[in-house]
C-alpha cells in the first residue's frame, strides 16, 4: 500500500508533460501513489494515456498575454476548472499536489491552495511563464532550473533544483532507431524538432533545405501534429514524424547533431546526451522571449549554436550546419564540463520535504 498520494498537472504542450513523468518513477520507489489532472483534449490526456496513472480531465481556459475575445470568456472557463478540482481534491484527499505549468494547472493549484493541501511547481525557463506566476501566491515552493531565475521569484519561495530528464533517455539504442526510421547506411543523422505542436516557420526552412542536406547525412524530421508534408514522403535519408514516444530515446541515441527549439526541457535533454545543436528560439512575436533567453545561455556556454529566428534564412542555416560538423567536438568537451545534472533527484525532495513541513 502506498504511503502518500500526489497529483500531478501540467499541460498545453509535451514540454509541461514530459518533465512530470520523468520524476513519476523515483516517486514510485518513495511510496507515492500518482493521479493526475489535466484538460479535456490537451496533449497531456494523450501522453498519460499512454501510462497506467489514473487521469481526471477538468475544465480550461487558455491564459493569453495578447487580445482575443475568447480573453473575455476564458476566465469562466478557469473558475469551472477550479470547481472542478476541488471536487477531485475532495475526493483524492491527495498528501500534495505537483505542478509543471501551463494554462490547467493554476485551478488546480489554486484549488488545492483552497483546501490546505501543499503545492510544489517547477519551472523549466530562465523567467517564470504567465501560469506559474499566476499560481505562485498558492504554491509552497517554486523549483527552478536556472540560477537565474531566483530573482523573479518573491517570499523565498525558489529553489533551484535543475529540470528532470526522463530516464529511459539514456537507454536508447541507435541500431533501433536506424531501423526505425528506416536509414540502411551509416551516415550520420541530423534530428530536427520543432516542438509537439510543430513549427511552421521552421519546418518550411528545413524542408527548403533537404535536399541540399541529405545528400551528406540522414535526416529525422518531428514537426508536429498535422505537420506531416505528404509530397516528401519516400525521400530517401528523409523520414518525418509529427510525434515520437516510445521510439524517442533510440533517435536521439542514433542522432549525431540536432536542431531544436529552445524550450528549457528540450535543451537540457540535448545537454545530458551531450549532442552538438542548433538552437532556433521562439521570437518575441510569438512568444514571451523566454526560449531567446535559455538559447543566449546555453550559446555563452559553448553548447549550442543559435540561429534567431528572424535571421534564419537557408544560407545561414546550412553554413550552421557546416560550422557544427567540424567543430562537433569542441562543442561535446563544452557539454561534458557541464555543471547542470538530473534534476529529479532534488526535485523530489523538495516535493517530500514540503509534505513535511505541512503536517508539522
Not at 513519476?24 to 520507489?29: A, E, G, R, V
Not at 550552421?320 to 562537433?328: E, P, R
Amino acid at each position: 500500500m502506498s504511503k502518500y498520494k500526489i497529483i500531478m498537472t501540467g499541460g498545453g504542450s509535451a514540454g509541461h508533460v514530459t518533465p512530470n513523468i520523468a520524476i513519476m518513477p523515483l516517486l514510485k520507489s518513495k511510496g507515492f501513489e500518482i493521479k493526475y489532472i489535466g484538460s479535456k483534449n490537451g496533449i497531456e490526456k494523450e501522453i498519460i494515456g499512454k501510462t497506467d496513472i489514473p487521469y481526471y480531465s477538468i475544465s480550461s481556459g487558455k491564459l493569453r498575454r495578447y487580445f482575443d475575445l475568447k480573453n473575455f470568456s476564458d476566465p469562466f472557463k478557469v473558475i469551472k476548472g477550479v470547481f472542478d478540482s476541488m471536487r477531485i481534491l475532495r475526493k483524492e484527499k491527495p498528501d500534495i499536489i505537483f505542478s509543471k505549468g501551463g494554462f490547467v494547472s493554476v485551478p488546480v493549484v489554486m484549488a488545492a491552495h483552497f483546501k490546505g493541501i501543499p503545492v510544489v511547481s517547477h519551472e523549466s525557463d530562465m523567467t517564470p511563464g504567465l501560469a506559474n506566476k499566476l499560481a505562485a501566491p498558492f504554491c509552497s515552493k517554486l523549483c527552478v532550473t536556472f540560477p537565474e531565475s531566483l530573482k523573479y521569484i518573491k517570499d523565498n519561495k525558489g529553489i533551484i533544483t535543475g529540470t528532470p530528464i526522463r530516464k529511459e533517455l539514456y537507454d536508447g539504442n541507435a541500431e533501433r532507431g536506424r531501423k526505425f526510421c528506416g536509414f540502411t547506411d551509416n551516415r550520420p543523422v541530423l534530428l530536427v524538432v520543432g516542438g509537439s505542436l510543430g513549427s511552421k516557420f521552421l519546418n518550411d526552412t528545413i524542408r527548403a533545405v533537404v535536399n541540399d542536406v541529405i545528400k551528406h547525412m540522414n535526416v529525422v524530421h518531428i514537426c508536429g501534429k498535422g505537420n506531416i508534408d505528404k509530397s516528401l514522403n519516400g525521400l530517401k535519408g528523409y523520414k518525418q514524424f509529427e510525434y515520437v514516444s516510445a521510439e524517442m530515446a533510440d533517435i536521439f541515441k542514433m542522432a549525431d547533431y540536432i536542431i531544436s527549439r529552445a524550450g528549457a526541457n528540450s535543451i537540457f535533454e540535448i545537454l545530458a546526451l551531450k549532442k552538438p545543436n542548433i538552437l532556433i528560439p521562439l521570437s518575441r512575436n510569438a512568444s514571451r522571449g523566454d526560449q531567446i533567453l535559455n538559447s543566449k545561455s546555453f550559446e555563452k556556454a559553448g553548447y549550442s549554436i543559435v540561429i534567431e529566428e528572424e535571421e534564419l534564412t537557408k544560407e545561414k542555416l546550412m553554413s550552421a550546419i557546416d560550422n557544427l560538423k567540424n567543430n562537433k567536438s569542441s562543442y561535446i568537451e563544452a557539454m561534458e564540463k557541464s555543471e547542470y545534472g538530473n534534476g529529479s533527484e532534488k526535485i523530489v525532495n523538495v516535493i517530500i520535504e514540503s509534505m513535511k513541513c505541512k503536517k508539522m
